[in-house]
């Protein structure tokens, strides 16, 4: 084949490749959804938080005392002569061991007795437990223990 063959030969092969590419290219392009002019667009952040606002107006706020969020969880009374310190995660599988086993008869034998009083620490490993501490400080502190041995005892299907 001599040169200017060849030549002739990817003339319509060319020529194919440029209207394929064109056609794609016009498919694509009209597929997209027009967009609406800048001045008449909402951004839907805003319209969400007027929303909410209005809400607002309509229900009534829960307020929840930061003081008391972070104030020291005790179980038992703080006047039994001892103490007991306990800092756990809620993700760590010691811990909730210790909780679904343990906890329970000390509880009985020394806290329930007024023998001794336990002050609980948050020790978050993770983010998942980080999360757990804080909606458990948000409940009211008669509820809170409750809470905590009900996380420890469901570690299996709520921490991993």
């Known amino acids: 084949m001599t040169d200017s063959t060849k030549q002739k030969s990817l003339v319509p092969l060319l020529l194919l490749l440029v209207v394929g590419i064109a056609a794609a290219g016009w498919y694509f392009y009209s597929q997209k959804t027009p967009q609406e002019p800048a001045?008449?667009?909402?951004?839907?952040h805003v319209e969400e938080q007027?929303?909410?606002e209005r809400a607002t107006d309509e229900t009534q706020l829960v307020e929840?005392?930061?003081?008391?969020?972070?104030?020291?969880?005790?179980?038992?009374?703080?006047?039994?002569?001892?103490?007991i310190s306990?800092?756990?995660s809620l993700t760590c599988g010691h811990c909730g061991n210790f909780h679904k086993g343990t906890f329970k008869e000390l509880k009985k034998r020394l806290i329930d007795t007024g023998k001794a009083y336990l002050v609980f620490s948050?020790?978050?490993?993770?983010?998942?437990?980080?999360?757990?501490s804080m909606v458990a400080r948000c409940l009211p502190?008669?509820?809170y223990f409750d809470?905590?041995?009900?996380?420890?005892?469901?570690?299996?299907?709520?921490a991993y």
């Open 86 to 88: 306990e800092h756990s």
């Open 141 to 143: 502190q008669d509820q």
């Open 122 to 132: 948050d020790f978050p490993l993770n983010g998942p437990a980080m999360h757990a």
């Open 64 to 83: 929840i005392d930061t003081a008391a969020a972070i104030s020291d969880r005790i179980l038992g009374d703080p006047n039994a002569p001892i103490k």
């Open 147 to 158: 809470f905590l041995q009900m996380l420890f005892e469901t570690q299996d299907e709520c």
């Open 39 to 44: 001045d008449h667009m909402s951004t839907p």
């Open 50 to 52: 007027a929303e909410a």
